[in-house]
């Protein structure tokens, strides 16, 4: 079973950056095409971005689709979600999820395997 640990969350001002990292362990992370996903206080979890199981296709949802970058480095088992020009209304505590079903990219909550256990960013104004 695949271990999901995120990090790189933090504090940052309106108009910074951050790079969020997840690191699995327990299994190969290659085999998984991954998403992150999001959730604010008293809002419903959302879709931030994906990548397919190859590397080959992102896909972002619009409220960051031009501010952020998924990535992946299989060698290091570890996905990286950077964004940019940061708001806050991005604050929020950010999840990694690992779907070993598609090889696509998916944006459903429900069709992820494996979860991290998440990371604050807080985006002062």
């Known amino acids: 079973q695949v271990q999901l640990v995120e990090s790189g969350g933090g504090l940052v001002q309106a108009g910074g950056s951050l790079r969020l990292s997840c690191a699995a362990s327990?299994?190969?992370?290659?085999?998984?095409?991954m998403g992150w996903f999001r959730q604010a206080p008293g809002k419903e979890r959302e879709f931030v971005a994906g990548i397919s199981r190859g590397g080959g296709t992102t896909y972002y949802a619009d409220p960051v689709k031009g501010r952020s970058t998924i990535s992946r480095d299989n060698a290091k088992n570890t996905v990286y979600l950077q964004m940019n020009s940061l708001k806050p209304e991005d604050t929020a505590v950010y999840y990694c999820a690992a779907n070993r079903r598609y090889s696509a990219v998916r944006s459903e909550g429900a069709l992820y395997d494996y979860w991290g256990q998440g990371t604050q960013v807080t985006v002062s104004s």
């Open positions: 327990g299994g190969t992370l290659s085999s998984y095409a």
